[in-house]
């Protein structure tokens, strides 16, 4: 027996795709800036001493 699937103009999934849109939109606002910042401030390269141990 399978779930029954909701139509996609359910009144009642409204809320609930404003908040996954809310939700990406807040991951994106925050996270395209600190890609740039740790792209503009972390050094392009690193040395390890003690390779072997890692």
């Known amino acids: 027996m399978q779930p ?3 139509a996609p103009d359910d009144p009642h ?4 795709r404003r908040l996954f849109l809310v939700v ?14 740790l792209s503009a ?6 040395e390890v001493d003690q390779w ?3």
């Open 13 to 16: 999934l409204r809320p609930l």
């Open 52 to 54: 072997r141990l890692a």
């Open 4 to 6: 029954e699937v909701p």
């Open 24 to 37: 990406v939109t807040g991951s994106l606002l925050f996270l395209v800036p600190w890609i740039a910042y």
């Open 41 to 46: 401030s972390l050094p392009a390269r690193h």
